[in-house]
């Protein structure tokens, strides 16, 4: 079996539509995604230390276009040095940097995050923290993308709006495929097909206390992990789930206007880094 290194890397954002660009993408005959999205492989404290070999593993057979998706490759500050590591390694490397309405983003965010019982205060005073706030912080695509401006060209940098591929998946998708170099040509693409999105309402997960432990970051998880495959745990855990449901929160309109003053400066340096209006980013 042949293996290479990724040519293209979805960079995120969080929470904004890239598992189903990932899931897109991977339908062109000329395009192969990673089998596990999310490698983290540039997150020195992450998978890092799983070496290039594994890494190169991901990516089997004889592909135009190999790829994976990221989003912890714009966590900064939470995760450093990532474009340096990326370039360092892959000299022939584009990156696609999908981004939604920031503080739509932050809301499912929050929402994941309470899904996953990371997440215990409400939704305004976890927004409006004043520091180490990974809310804000990933929805400022300006200093997020800056990390890589110093490493990638202008011309090496694909940015979308997942409000867009929601909209009219077949443009971006044909946007994508002419940045990467292959067929433009759409119809392999099930656009009917909704990759982790989330309803109106969610259920907050609370494994047993059994699973949780043996699927934990904690002593034990490694052999747990390297003995049973990662779609069995996920199956696993999946079954092991209750809760109940919650709304979506809504914002006060207090709130957002903060958040938005907040925002702002971000917003208009990325802006005008796409060459967009403001609007087309938060209405």
Not at 232 to 257: A, C, H
């Amino acid at each position: 079996m042949r293996y290479t290194l990724p040519n293209c890397i979805i960079i995120g954002a969080q929470k904004a539509a890239t598992s189903s660009l990932h899931h897109y993408m991977n339908t062109h005959p000329d395009i192969f995604m990673s089998e596990h999205k999310e490698l983290n492989f540039f997150c020195r404290e992450l998978t890092w230390r799983r070496g290039l070999k594994w890494y190169k593993k991901q990516f089997p057979g004889d592909f135009k276009v190999f790829g994976e998706s990221s989003p912890s490759y714009t966590n900064f500050p939470l995760y450093k040095g990532v474009a340096q590591r990326m370039r360092s390694v892959l000299p022939e490397l584009k990156l696609i940097y999908l981004v939604r309405d920031p503080i739509n983003r932050m809301i499912s965010q929050y929402l994941d995050r309470v899904k996953g019982c990371n997440e215990h205060r409400p939704i305004e005073e976890a927004f409006l923290e004043k520091e180490n706030n990974v809310y804000l912080d990933y929805s400022k695509y300006f200093m997020q993308i800056s990390e890589f401006l110093p490493f990638f060209s202008k011309k090496e940098i694909l940015v979308l709006r997942a409000e867009d591929l929601s909209s009219n998946p077949e443009r971006v998708l044909s946007q994508v495929f002419c940045f990467l170099g292959v067929e433009d040509n759409t119809s392999y693409c099930d656009f009917t097909r909704k990759i982790n999105v989330s309803d109106s309402k969610l259920k907050i997960k609370k494994p047993r206390k059994i699973v949780r432990y043996l699927l934990s970051d904690k002593t034990g998880a490694r052999l747990m992990k390297a003995l049973i495959p990662k779609s069995f745990t996920e199956r696993m855990l999946q079954k092991s789930l209750s809760g109940e449901v919650i709304d979506r929160p809504v914002l006060s309109q207090s709130v957002r206007q903060e958040l938005e003053s907040r925002l702002k400066p971000d917003i208009d340096n990325f802006c005008s880094f796409c060459g967009w209006e403001s609007k087309e980013l938060l209405p």
